[in-house]
Nanobody, 120 residues
Framework: QVQLVESGGGLVQAGGSLRLSCAAS????????MGWFRQAPGKERESVAR????????LYADSVKGRFTISRDNAKNTVYLQMNSLKPEDTGVYYC?????????????WGQGTQVTVSS
């Protein structure tokens, strides 16, 4: 049973930073693609960033390029999202997700989400 547990959300002023963590368990994730998504109130969920656990290849939404960095720690089975220069429009619930099916596949497993609020 795959379990993804996010942490690290909170309230921060615009221009500040937060680091989200996603602790993964229940599988060997070496062949998985891991992703971070977010959903703002009244909006659809959107992809923020993803990373290949095996190769370390990454992909970012245009809105976060240059500000956010996704990374993974193999020893801790944890994926991180470092968020810098935060803007009020980054506010939302951030979800960690995983898929064993490859880079362009739908994500099968989801965490419960962590709230990020950026005040202006």
């Amino acid at each position: 049973q795959v379990q993804l547990v996010e942490s690290g959300g909170g309230l921060v002023q615009a221009g500040g930073s937060l680091r989200l963590s996603c602790a993964a368990s229940g599988r060997t994730f070496s062949s998985y693609v891991m992703g971070w998504f977010r959903q703002a109130p009244g909006k659809e969920r959107e992809s923020v960033a993803r990373i290949s656990w095996s190769t370390g290849s990454t992909l970012y939404a245009d809105s976060v390029k240059g500000r956010f960095t996704i990374s993974r720690d193999n020893a801790k089975n944890t994926v991180y999202l470092q968020m810098n220069s935060l803007k009020p429009e980054d506010t939302g619930v951030y979800y960690c997700a995983a898929t064993p099916k490859g880079w362009g596949s739908r994500f099968d497993y989801w965490g419960q989400g962590t709230q990020v609020t950026v005040s202006s």
